[in-house]
């Protein structure tokens, strides 16, 4: 069975800094999400990662994937406010019909 | 663009009601997925469909049912509403899903459901 695990669970920050959010999953995959929700809404799709090494970055989020470690990591520089929201990893197998398994989320605060 | 889109919204229901939620997309999306979210659990996968007629069960499937008589909706019923399915219920679409491709599912905007 499919685990995915996020560290940390939640996180408050202040406005300027960095940090990582850490995600492991437990057996092998086919493809790394990160979504991000706001308080209430949906969630938005951030990053699909599909191999080893794979970096993506958008603004002031950058996520990486090593498929040997089992480990996906989102990191924030200079973190601003708006910032602030749940993020999600979610894990995808081809062979258990194209299925999501999701972490438990970061909740992010970032502080002025 | 509509996208994904839920109804209805908003709902409260008594013990051993029976309702259905309601799930279109206008996306040509072979892939549909029914998923619940309760408090610090994620998302966990109720039912889900890989193309017109089909569906199968994911994680968490017992006391929902589902049905795609059309490529565009997906159904998720609930026969006899139990206060365990007090939760925020969302559906996502995607393209099949092929070696390669980077698509995400689209997420619609959730229904939230309490059940007395």
């Known amino acids: 069975e499919l685990k995915v695990e996020q560290n940390p669970l939640f996180l408050s920050m202040q406005e300027g800094k960095n940090y990582t959010i850490y995600c492991n999953y437990s057996?092998?995959?086919?493809?790394l999400y990160w979504y991000r929700q706001d308080p209430g809404k949906s969630l938005e799709s951030l990053f699909v990662l599909l191999s080893n090494g794979a970096v993506k970055q958008e603004g002031r989020l950058m996520a990486s994937l090593d498929t040997k470690a089992r480990l996906s990591t989102l990191h924030i520089t200079a973190a601003v406010h708006d910032l602030s929201a749940t993020y999600f990893c979610a894990v995808l197998k081809e062979t258990s019909g194209s299925r999501l398994t999701f972490g438990e989320g970061t909740q992010l605060t970032v502080n002025p | 663009n509509a996208g994904v889109t839920q109804t209805p919204k908003f709902r409260v229901l008594k013990t051993g009601q029976s309702m259905t939620l309601l799930c279109a997309q206008d996306m040509n999306h072979e892939y549909m997925y029914w998923y619940r979210q309760d408090p610090g659990m994620g998302l966990r996968l109720i039912h889900y469909s890989v193309g017109e007629g089909t569906t199968a069960k994911g994680e968490v499937p017992d006391g929902y049912n589902v049905s795609r008589l059309k490529k565009q909706n997906f159904l998720l019923g609930l026969e006899s509403a139990a206060p365990s399915q007090t939760s925020v219920y969302f559906c996502?679409?995607?393209?099949?899903?092929?070696?390669?491709?980077?698509?995400?599912?689209?997420f619609g905007d959730g229904t939230r459901l309490s059940i007395l």
């Open positions: 057996t092998t995959s086919d493809r």
């Open positions: 996502a679409s995607s393209y099949e899903v092929l070696q390669g491709s980077n698509q995400p599912q689209h």
